[in-house]
């Protein structure tokens, strides 16, 4: 069985950080690609960052290249996502999330393609 367990979020004032973690298990790393979305209020789910599968290659969204680092634990199989230089407007869920397939080594894949995702974790960020 797949799961994917977000923890880490919080409040926290603009210029503050935060670091996310998702344990993950149930299934092979080298044949999915892991990482992080969020949904903000009235917002569509957008991806944040993303480990391609296989590894090898990480990419984030443009919002938050040079404040966000994606990094995951071989050895406990914990994904993590230290947030630093945080805006009200990274205010959002953030959900991990999983896809299998090798095409998401050369491709970012949308909230409807995700095979497994995670409850969830509230980031509030106050101005």
């Known amino acids: 069985e797949v799961q994917l367990v977000e923890s880490g979020g919080g409040l926290v004032q603009t210029g503050g950080s935060l670091k996310l973690s998702c344990a993950a298990s149930?299934?092979?790393?080298?044949?999915?690609?892991i990482g992080w979305f969020r949904q903000a209020p009235g917002k569509e789910r957008e991806v944040v960052s993303l480990?391609?599968?296989?590894?090898?290659?990480?990419t984030y969204t443009v919002s938050v290249q040079g404040r966000f680092a994606m990094s995951f634990d071989n050895a406990t199989n914990t994904l993590y996502l230290q947030m630093n230089s945080l805006k009200p407007e990274d205010t959002a869920v953030y959900y991990c999330?999983?896809?299998?397939?090798?095409?998401?080594?050369?491709?970012?894949?949308?909230?409807?393609?995700?095979?497994?995702w995670g409850k969830g974790t509230l980031v509030t960020v106050s101005s």
């Open positions: 149930g299934f092979s790393f080298d044949d999915y690609a």
């Open positions: 999330a999983a896809v299998r397939g090798p095409k998401w080594y050369w491709f970012i894949p949308n909230s409807d393609d995700i095979d497994y």
């Open positions: 480990i391609a599968t296989g590894g090898g290659k990480t």
